[in-house]
């Protein structure tokens, strides 16, 4: 057996023995995203939507492989390139080796599933066409899968330094900022008096098709580079202009390769990542500088100290304060600056999703809370104070200050929406951290932000969704009751709502962690999420 | 004349399956009061998922765990804070330092303000006072088995049930480490600890009991056990040694 292949069957074997939720997740979600591009692909062949929906929808699967390594680092690989270093073969050899196996992942099935809609398209044009459109597809998993690999491997690069941190926390604001805000400066174009009540639109209706402009951009990515050379295949174009993008995207593939190949020689050859975290703390932490106060307390001063001191939750830390700095200046110098006070929810939104997955952060630690007695109260307790100190607090002073100078028309619906939110967030993200856990290394193998935390991507999105509706209660409440924009209304509403999620929420997560504490404890002992399920729960 | 105290621990018909592995098979089991006791194994013999049962964390199939007389089912509360536990392989508060990690496991339990004291003497006697700054992740095996050590102890529990305390630790710490539990117990405490280091069972613990495929094979006095041979010859009797035989690529 060639060590290519030993590579791809141990690969195959990790992938199989699981833990297998999260990618179990990733598959169904993926592949049914595939669905709706190829059914697009259908429907543009049969003339029922415009085709430059499918560039779209191409473009923005192709956009997920550069995204997805910045959006979730310490997403573990597969083959840690740190397993082989003792191998008697020079690095580049072993990277050369190991390049093969990554085209084994649920990624690259799903986005083969997703290219196929360039058959679909080609099929009515003959069998030219349609081998056109096979090249055009593996060409462009090939490019993608490298361009993912080599984004996972730069970002994984940039983590192990401070300064290198700093700058993939900057670039992950500034996606988040673009993904939440972006939106804002067009529709302020679109719709500039809405802040007044006004509905009249500007611009030209929206056709059924993406503007000419953004579809031709999009092709000349590399990421429309495929449906580009199909577009020249079932048209009158040339060979060449079939071939040009093709024949670029193999190039490209392959620079992303060997660049992949270097970064994991580069890994390879250096010694055992860093084993100290280079956190010293102050002069407080001797006992003469002792906080007093009970157990809530206690663990409150545990969770500051931690959000400052573990490299994850410190990332996440700053990705939450930058990101609505951020959006704030996407949205101010727009006809929208009404809009501003908004900002609040998306603020207490981002707090709540970096800090869904806190009890796995922590990992096998869980195991002191649940042997003292009354602890498991004062935990939940604690972490929404701290929480509350260092998101909820900042957020709900910038959204007052945000609605002083911004003298929105609508700061109480924000000010109302953004108490609820915070409320939400604060008692739920808690809750989901114990009942969704995204199982990485435990806590006293965590030194850096290079190191392997679960993907949280589902508790993310699962907060996200959930604080998104809470915040929406006082509104719709408020519309529904007839108030209008009555301030007191919004904000008796949004302090109601926001408490009632508090009052709710921390008995539930309380009762959950004392009856599945154990089994969460011994999911996370193991790396083994299945155990949260399998274990029966504890007596009481 | 005064009642006799109850059973530091009392194990009856305890039983843990995994799946088809039965992992503890009806364990009966008392450590009387003021012992310094010792289970001891081979690898997957049961010990350390008997100590987590008793510990709390993980839930009996069948079978009562009682805790300075209280049921672990019922009083859970009294028997948590009977207990100091110190379990292999978990995590602790690991962006805390030694003293801050005291400080807040002393607030967590509602020690008065005497924890400073003891926080102090359990950091002096054990040597993590010479690394104020340094975070509980950053601590070598034997400072992360001493700092565990003393967050078991420092409510001053009555029993203290420790997994594997002497495994890979220096001489030094070995001896920290043996030296303050020696304290305890002739304080009156009870430890109940796992461990493979056969010559330290034999040296420390005054009763022991083998344990092989969650049953317990023998249980006495560590001379009772040893039955006069050495408690390391006893084990590999008892427990059967690894085949033996030449291996010629080897040669």
């Known amino acids: 057996m060639s060590a290519s292949t030993a590579f791809a069957s141990l690969r195959w074997r990790i992938m199989r023995h699981g833990p297998n939720d999260e990618r179990g997740f990733g598959l169904v979600a993926g592949l049914a995203a595939a669905a709706g591009v ?79 809609s360039m058959l679909v398209v080609a099929a009515p044009h003959g069998p030219a066409a349609v081998a056109v459109a096979a090249a055009a597809a593996a060409a462009q998993l090939y490019f993608l899968l490298w361009l993912g690999r080599c984004a996972a491997a730069v970002v994984g690069r940039l983590l192990s330094s401070t300064p290198g941190m700093w700058v993939a926390a900057l670039q992950m604001s500034v996606l988040l900022a673009v993904s939440f805000a972006g939106w804002v400066p067009l529709m302020a174009l679109v719709l500039p008096d809405l802040g007044e009540g006004g509905t009249e639109v500007v611009v030209p209706p929206v056709s059924a098709a993406v503007p000419a402009a953004v579809e031709d951009a999009l092709l000349g990515l590399p990421t429309g580079w495929g449906l580009a050379a199909v577009g020249a295949a079932t048209s009158s174009d040339s060979f060449i202009a079939a071939a040009m993008p093709l024949a670029g995207l193999v190039a490209g593939g392959a620079v992303l390769r060997a660049g992949w190949i270097a970064l994991t020689a580069h890994t390879l050859s250096r010694p055992p990542a860093r084993a100290q975290s280079s956190v010293t703390a102050g002069r407080s932490a001797a006992l003469a500088g002792s906080h007093g106060g009970g157990a809530v307390r206690a663990v409150t001063v545990r969770e500051l100290k931690t959000w400052f001191r573990d490299p994850h939750r410190k990332l996440g830390l700053g990705h939450a304060w930058i990101t609505p700095l951020l959006m704030i200046l996407l949205v101010a110098p727009t006809d929208w600056t009404w809009a501003l006070p908004f900002i609040g929810v998306m603020a207490a939104v981002l707090g709540a999703m970096v800090a869904v997955n806190t009890y796995s952060l922590d990992g096998t630690a869980l195991w002191q809370p649940l042997t003292t007695p009354g602890a498991i109260r004062a935990d939940v307790r604690g972490r929404q104070a701290a929480w509350m100190l260092l998101f909820g607090t900042p957020v709900l002073a910038g959204t007052v200050l945000l609605c002083l100078l911004s003298r929105s028309p609508l700061w109480a619906v924000a000010l109302g929406m953004t108490l609820a939110a915070t409320g939400a967030a604060c008692a739920g993200a808690p809750l989901l951290s114990a009942l969704m856990p995204a199982i990485g290394a435990d806590a006293r193998e965590r030194v850096s932000t290079a190191d392997r935390t679960g993907n949280a991507g589902g508790g993310q999105w699962t907060v996200f969704t959930a604080v998104a509706a809470v915040a929406a209660v006082p509104a719709v409440a408020a519309h529904l009751g007839g108030a209008g924009s009555l301030w007191p209304v919004h904000l008796a509403l949004g302090i109601a709502t926001g408490a009632a999620a508090v009052l709710g929420l921390s008995p539930l997560t309380q009762r959950y962690l004392r009856r599945s504490g154990p089994a969460l404890l011994s999911a996370m002992a193991a790396g083994d999420p299945a155990r949260l399920r399998s274990a029966p729960p504890a007596r009481s | 004349m005064t009642a006799a105290a109850p059973p530091a621990v009392q194990l009856s018909g305890l039983t843990k399956r995994f799946g088809d592995r039965l992992a503890v098979d009806s364990i009966d089991l008392t450590v009387p009061a003021g012992t310094f006791y010792g289970i001891v194994g081979p690898n997957g013999a049961g010990k350390s998922t008997t100590l987590s049962m008793i510990a709390g964390l993980l839930a009996p199939d069948s079978g009562t765990v009682r805790v300075a007389g209280f049921d672990a089912a019922s009083r859970r509360e009294q028997v948590l804070d009977a207990l100091g536990i110190m379990l292999e392989g978990l995590s602790l508060p690991e962006r805390l330092t030694g003293a801050e990690l005291l400080e807040y496991t002393a607030r967590l339990r509602g020690i008065g303000d005497g924890w400073r004291t003891r926080a102090s003497d359990l950091l002096e006697v054990l040597e993590l006072d010479g690394a104020p700054s340094t975070l509980v992740v950053d601590y070598s095996t034997g400072m992360r088995k001493k700092i565990g050590l003393a967050v078991a102890l420092l409510h001053r529990p009555r029993v203290l049930v420790l997994d594997e305390p002497f495994e890979a630790i220096d001489p030094v710490s070995a001896r920290a480490i043996d030296g303050l539990l020696r304290q305890y117990v002739g304080g009156g405490g009870t430890v109940l600890l796992s461990s493979h280091i056969m010559d330290v069972v034999e040296r420390t613990c005054e009763r022991v009991a083998l344990i092989k495929d969650g049953r317990i094979l023998t249980e006495g006095t560590v001379d009772e056990v040893r039955a006069g041979s050495t408690l390391d010859d006893t084990f590999v009797d008892l427990v059967g040694a690894a085949p033996q035989r030449a291996i010629g690529w080897l040669a």
């Open chain 1, 38 to 116: 190829i059914a697009l692909a259908v429907l543009a062949r049969a003339g029922a939507v415009h085709p430059s929906w499918l560039t779209a929808a191409v473009s923005l699967f192709g956009l997920t492989w550069l995204v997805g390594p910045i959006l979730l680092p310490g997403s573990s690989p597969v083959l840690d390139p740190q397993w082989f270093r003792t191998l008697p073969r020079r690095p580049i050899t072993i990277a050369r080796e190991m390049a093969a196996s990554e085209a084994i992942s649920v990624g690259t099935l799903i986005t083969a599933v997703a290219l196929s």
